[in-house]
């Protein structure tokens, strides 16, 4: 039987990489194989792609960098995702498509719709049966990114605040169209209450 595909998104500090472990460990305790991986990254390729995006000095165009996303994702759904779906295995990825909606689309002017579009090809039926958003105000995500990684933050969490307050609204607006695919979690509560909130999601949606 097909594996289910979650995924976690949401702002800067949100504590998707600390859900997206826990979540993991917590499906694994329930006896399902799991994969945990991210984006931008999760295979040699597209780990390759992010090391562009992240830490590099290139600059790119906004639709060229719409694009390298989309083609980090391609190699990720093609080479990791999709075949560990068919195997059975439940994926937990932290951020995927709508991180690119969000930042590339909404936030970042190209449009919500061109994004998508330039998307499909590397998604193609792969959608996750579940998107956690971890719900956090600008403040609070940055601030824990701050503190955990000082000034080594990357070109994308240095965006100005109104950027970012307009990835989170982006965020929202998805879930409101989309109630069954994404759930909304409260990200300002403690990490536990936060994960037990996540498998409560889970449980009500995929068990
Ligand atoms: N991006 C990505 C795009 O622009 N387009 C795309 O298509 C994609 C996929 C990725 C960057 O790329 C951009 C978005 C990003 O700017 P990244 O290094 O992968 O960069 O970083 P992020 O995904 O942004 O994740 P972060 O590592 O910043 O934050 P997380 O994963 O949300 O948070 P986490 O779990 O690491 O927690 C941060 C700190 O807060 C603490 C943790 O212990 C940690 O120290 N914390 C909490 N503290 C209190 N209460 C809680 N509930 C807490 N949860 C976590």
């Known amino acids: 039987m097909r594996g289910k595909f979650i995924t976690l998104e949401g702002g800067e500090g949100a504590g998707k990489s600390t859900q997206a472990r826990l979540l993991t460990s917590w499906l694994h305790d329930r006896g399902f194989e799991t994969v945990e991986t991210r984006e931008p990254g999760g295979t040699p390729g597209a780990d390759?792609?992010?090391?562009?995006?992240?830490?590099?000095?290139?600059?790119?165009?906004?639709?060229?960098?719409?694009?390298?996303?989309?083609?980090?994702?391609?190699?990720?759904?093609?080479?990791?995702?999709?075949?560990?779906?068919?195997?059975?295995?439940?994926?937990?990825?932290?951020?995927?498509?709508?991180?690119?909606?969000?930042?590339?689309?909404?936030?970042?002017?190209?449009?919500?719709?061109?994004?998508?579009?330039?998307?499909?090809?590397?998604i193609g039926d792969t959608w996750p049966d579940l998107t956690i958003l971890l719900r956090t105000d600008t403040d609070t995500g940055t601030r824990r990114a701050i503190a955990r990684d000082g000034a080594e933050t990357d070109r994308f969490t240095n965006r100005d605040f109104a950027f970012h307050r307009a990835v989170g609204k982006a965020f929202d607006n998805f879930a409101e169209r989309e109630p069954v695919r994404f759930a909304v979690v409260d990200g300002t509560k403690s990490i536990e209450q936060v994960a037990g909130a996540i498998r409560s999601a889970v449980e009500t949606r995929l068990l």
Request: net charge negative.
């Open 48 to 122: 390759a792609i992010r090391a562009l995006l992240l830490d590099g000095d290139t600059p790119f165009t906004p639709t060229a960098e719409a694009h390298l996303f989309a083609a980090a994702r391609a190699d990720h759904v093609e080479t990791l995702i999709r075949p560990a779906l068919a195997a059975g295995r439940w994926v937990v990825c932290d951020r995927f498509v709508d991180s690119t909606l969000a930042y590339q689309g909404a936030a970042g002017k190209l449009g919500v719709d061109l994004v998508r579009s330039i998307n499909e090809t590397a």
